[in-house]
């Protein structure tokens, strides 16, 4: 049997594991889809049903046709060797074999790389609620698609599939996501910031405590009443996006949002996704290093407007899987950055069109700095970089700027 025989034979094992422990003990199952967002919804899910139920959770990029399996079978942060593998599929089996205790709620992630990837998602775990958190006009992992319009035909098959007695939980604010309540025979709700949403987002702001950002505040309002909410260290709308739909979840289990208020309060953005952290010389890195879209790279950029700093400086990186959109949407970035920050720095080959859109918009040459890797990057930072300078860390995952994130890092 050749390695490539091997793999598929040990995820078709992995996958009948999986299916087989769902049928046994009928969790629940929230699924999670978009193209930005999806780990930051997850996470305030966690928050708010896991004072009230056993959960388990998609940890790291366990949301592909491998992690959403493992996830069913287990909480393993890590993928390892042999010795790995023998002790989740003997696990895996004694659960069969035996009654033993198992979470009463799955929140998992379907990611979508390619057409026929959801369907094999549900096919494994087929959920009665279903969250659709952002996609836009450009989507991540668009280039294995004829066009963003069958990527969004791909990812609604997610609610196509749900029962009638299930929920539907939709990005009210994009329209990409919201038409798909007429693809779904569940209950539909709404999240967002606009007027038709069930839970909205109002009066939103950003708190500073003695001239440094401090977290965001806002008002989740449902069924006429609302609750304010305060997060400490967190930044962006896209936070408030995830609380809504944590809130319209925890709506539909009975919580009250004095309770879900509570539950989020502790609610911290993942490493790599929208963290202010400090910085070498006195500096706030706003790190949103783990990935990047379109979406959520303009999204960030809009966070560090209403951020206050001496000096903002924006590092910036490739946005991948974007394919015959990639020259488009890179510049449509750099057209953004002239009237925000004062210094840009890119990271990557493609990259280099957001520093060309710069300079065309009106950015001095010598305030754009371009480098093809981080390795590049990393020593000259130090010289670039100036006390009280408030900087922007975004890219696509396989450019590395999480490396960048740890050299300037204050602790270093």
């Not at 109002?202 to 909410?229: C, H, Q």
């Amino acid at each position: 049997m050749n390695r490539k025989t091997l793999k598929r034979y040990h995820r078709a094992l992995i996958r009948s594991l999986a299916i087989r422990t769902i049928k046994k003990y009928q969790p629940g199952v929230i699924a999670i889809t978009g193209s930005v967002g999806k780990t930051s919804a997850k996470d305030a899910l966690y928050a708010v049903l896991s004072s009230h139920r056993t959960v388990r959770a998609t940890t790291k990029n366990f949301n592909n046709e491998l992690g959403v399996p493992l996830t069913i079978l287990g909480s393993y942060p890590e993928i390892g060797g042999w010795f790995f593998w023998l002790k989740v599929i003997g696990m895996a089996c004694l659960r069969l074999l035996f009654r033993m205790q198992y979470p009463e709620l799955l929140i998992l992630e379907y990611g979508i790389d390619k057409p026929g990837d959801m369907k094999y998602l549900l096919d494994i775990a087929r959920p009665q609620i279903a969250v659709v958190t952002a996609i836009g006009q450009i989507p991540v992992h668009v280039e294995f698609f004829s066009g963003p319009e069958a990527l969004a035909r791909e990812k609604a098959k997610i609610v196509e599939g749900l029962p009638s007695t299930g929920f539907a939980v939709l990005n009210s604010d994009d329209e990409v996501v919201y038409d798909m309540r007429e693809r779904t025979r569940a209950h539909v709700m709404g999240y967002g910031f606009n007027e038709g949403a069930e839970v909205r987002i109002t009066n939103y702001e950003v708190r500073m405590d003695d001239g440094v950002p401090a977290g965001i505040s806002f008002k989740l309002n449902y069924g006429g009443s609302f609750v304010p909410v305060r997060l400490d260290g967190v930044f962006g709308r896209a936070q408030a996006y995830a609380t809504a739909a944590a809130a319209s979840i925890g709506i539909v289990f009975g919580l009250n949002l004095v309770k879900i208020a509570e539950a989020v309060h502790g609610f911290k953005a993942p490493a790599g996704r929208g963290r202010l952290i400090p910085g070498i010389k006195h500096t706030f890195l706003f790190d949103d290093a783990y990935n990047a879209a379109p979406l959520s790279m303009r999204a960030a950029v809009d966070t560090l407007e209403h951020l206050q700093a001496k000096r903002k400086v924006a590092i910036l990186g490739d946005m991948l899987e974007i394919g015959k959109y990639t020259v488009e949407a890179h510049e449509e970035i750099g057209m953004l950055i002239p009237e925000r920050f004062a210094v840009l720095v890119t990271v990557g080959p493609r990259a280099k069109f957001i520093a060309e859109a710069a300079r065309r918009g009106g950015m001095p040459p010598k305030a754009v700095i371009s480098f093809d890797t981080v390795e590049e990057a990393i020593p000259e930072m130090e010289h670039i970089l100036k006390k009280g300078d408030l900087v922007l860390i975004k890219a696509s995952h396989a450019i590395g700027l999480d490396k960048l994130v740890a050299a300037l890092a204050a602790e270093n």
